[in-house]
């Protein structure tokens, strides 16, 4: 486990009770202390070191500190071997990742991911040494690592519940946090989203994997894309390539990496994109031009295929703007 030290300047701080209001997990309360009503981290065992109350508070008085854990791999007791990626399936992650990279001029490495189910072994990998959000550890994969995250080194409680990885909490079960941190107007409106959200059944996963997918530990289940809008499109239309078929995507620009980017190509097995959302563009340097793509492993090929009949003439005759005049 990775242990994390709240500390909170009562000097500093004026008592406005933000951060024990959006706190997800009521680690923060009132307390009395020398005669004076605080603000004290009364349950810091609950804490996932999120930094909303951190982030939220309007002079800096909170401080959210997490110890690294030297434990590099996780002692897996799972009788049963990790079957590692055989050579073939590495090479065709390889020429993927080749191909995207390539003929996109992509910026950022295309992320393999993997939700391990519970009872199922886990791949000899790192495991990162302060607790991450999902959508830290996609960035993490982007620059060069592979990490497997437990439950217990993911830093959203949001993102790992729906992932299956934990219990969602009451907080943000009831959505009354998008209505305090400014992001829905009304609770009706919060009850409906987190209603309409999908979620993978709870405590059914046992941890996340992500890796560059030309390093890829396993077959991925999901490939995650970070690009610019252009680049989707002609992802868009390899999917398209061989059928014309319209596309239908789902998303709300709440929970982009776990609901859109993830959960949806996990599940239906159909590639779906996402513009980003306010949790993973608060917590990242990911740029305003940036946009995600999420494809489910099985589709890989025929959009590899077709980026490689596009890569040979409307790509390239895009990109020179052939049908650019000097506008008179
Ligand atoms: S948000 Fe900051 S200023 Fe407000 S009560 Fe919490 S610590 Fe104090
Ligand atoms: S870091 Fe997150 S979980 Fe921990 S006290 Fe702050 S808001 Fe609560």
């Known amino acids: 486990m990775i242990g994390i030290q709240i500390t909170i300047d009562h000097e500093k701080c004026t008592r406005c009770g933000q951060c024990v209001e959006l706190c997800p997990m009521s680690v923060l309360d009132w307390v009395e202390q020398n005669g004076k009503t605080n603000i004290s981290a009364t349950h810091p065992e609950m804490c996932w070191a999120c930094l909303t109350c951190a982030g939220k508070c309007h002079v800096k008085a909170i401080s959210i500190e997490q110890h690294e854990q030297q434990r590099k791999y996780i002692d897996d007791e ?6 590692t990626i055989s050579p073939h399936d590495a090479e065709i992650c390889q020429d993927y990742a080749e191909s995207l990279e390539k003929i996109l001029k992509l910026r950022s490495r295309p992320v393999a991911v993997n939700l391990i189910k519970n009872g199922s072994p886990l791949p000899h990998v790192p495991v990162p040494r302060k ?13 060069g690592y592979s990490l497997l995250m437990p439950a217990w080194a993911h830093a959203c409680p949001d993102g790992t519940s729906i992932l299956g990885l934990s219990k969602i909490p009451p907080k943000l079960a009831s959505g009354e946090i998008y209505v305090q941190l400014g992001k829905l107007a009304t609770q009706e409106a919060a009850s409906q989203m987190v209603k309409e959200r999908p979620r993978i059944a709870e405590d059914s996963m046992r941890a996340t994997l992500v890796s560059p997918l030309d390093e890829a530990v396993m077959m991925p289940d999901v490939v995650v894309i970070m690009a610019p809008p252009e ?11 061989y059928t014309g078929r319209r596309m239908t995507f789902r998303m709300s620009s709440y929970n982009a990496q776990c609901v859109e980017s993830t959960l949806y190509p996990y599940t239906t097995g159909e590639m779906n994109t996402s513009l980003g959302c306010y949790g993973c563009r608060a917590i990242s340097d990911i740029g305003e031009e940036s946009m995600f793509l999420g494809i489910p492993m099985g589709k890989m090929q025929t959009i590899v295929d077709g980026l490689k009949q596009l890569g040979r003439r409307a790509i390239p005759d895009s990109r020179a703007k052939i049908y650019l005049q000097p506008i008179p």
């Not at 799972?78 to 079957?83: D, G, Q």
């Not at 499109?233 to 398209?240: D, E, G, H, Q, R």
């Open 78 to 83: 799972n009788k049963t071997p990790f079957k």
């Open 131 to 143: 607790r991450l959000r999902y959508c830290q550890a996609l960035i993490m994969a982007r620059r």
């Open 231 to 241: 680049s989707m499109m002609w992802l868009c239309m390899a999917s398209t390539y």
